[in-house]
C-alpha cells in the first residue's frame, strides 16, 4: 500500500514547470493586439519606450502571435500610471547618493468582445548610484533606470499574461 502512495505522489506532480512552458492565456488565446500605451504620468516618452520593450518582450515569446487588431483574439491594455524618483541614500554631508525609480501600471487583458479576462496593478523598481555631482550623469543614469524600469515591467506583464499572479 505505501509504495503505491509514494508512486501515486511522484506521479501526481507538485506543480512546478519550467521556464517557458507555462500556458495559461485564457479562451485559447494565440494573436494579441497590444493596444497604444496610455501615460498617465508626467515623464514624456515613457509611453513609447514601453511599447517599444512590450513588443520586444512579446516578441521573443513563441506561445502568442502580435497581431493588428481584426485578427487578434484578446486585446492588451497598459496604462502607465505612476512615475517617481525618490533619493533613498545620502552621504554625511546630506547629499543624495541613490535613487530609487518606480514605475506603475495597470494592466487589462479582454477578449475581442471586450470582456475583461484579467486586470491587475503592476510595479516595478530600480535603485541606482550618484555617483557624481553632474547633473548631466545623474540624469543618465535615471534614464537608464528608466529603460531598465521598463524592460521589467515588459516582463512583469508577460508573465502576467501566462501565468496570471
Not at 524592460?151 to 512583469?156: I, V
Amino acid at each position: 500500500m505505501w509504495r503505491f502512495l509514494i508512486i501515486l505522489f511522484f506521479l501526481s506532480g507538485c506543480g512546478y514547470h519550467f521556464a517557458g512552458t507555462y500556458d495559461s492565456l485564457p479562451q485559447n488565446i494565440k494573436n494579441l493586439y497590444i493596444e497604444d500605451v496610455q501615460n498617465q504620468t508626467t515623464e514624456p516618452g515613457i509611453d513609447t519606450e514601453m511599447e517599444r520593450a512590450l513588443s520586444n518582450e512579446l516578441d521573443l515569446d513563441k506561445r502568442i502571435k502580435l497581431k493588428g487588431k481584426n485578427e487578434a483574439e484578446g486585446i492588451l491594455s497598459v496604462s502607465l500610471t505612476e512615475y517617481k524618483t525618490n533619493a533613498v541614500a545620502f552621504n554625511e554631508k546630506g547629499t543624495a547618493t541613490r535613487f530609487r525609480s518606480l514605475l506603475c501600471a495597470q494592466v487589462e487583458l479582454s477578449n475581442i468582445e471586450g470582456k475583461i479576462l484579467r486586470k491587475r496593478k503592476l510595479s516595478v523598481f530600480e535603485d541606482y548610484e550618484a555617483k557624481s555631482s553632474s547633473i548631466e550623469e545623474n540624469e543618465q543614469k535615471r534614464k537608464e533606470a528608466l529603460t531598465k524600469l521598463t524592460q521589467d515591467l515588459a516582463r512583469e506583464i508577460r508573465e502576467f499574461l501566462f501565468i496570471g499572479f
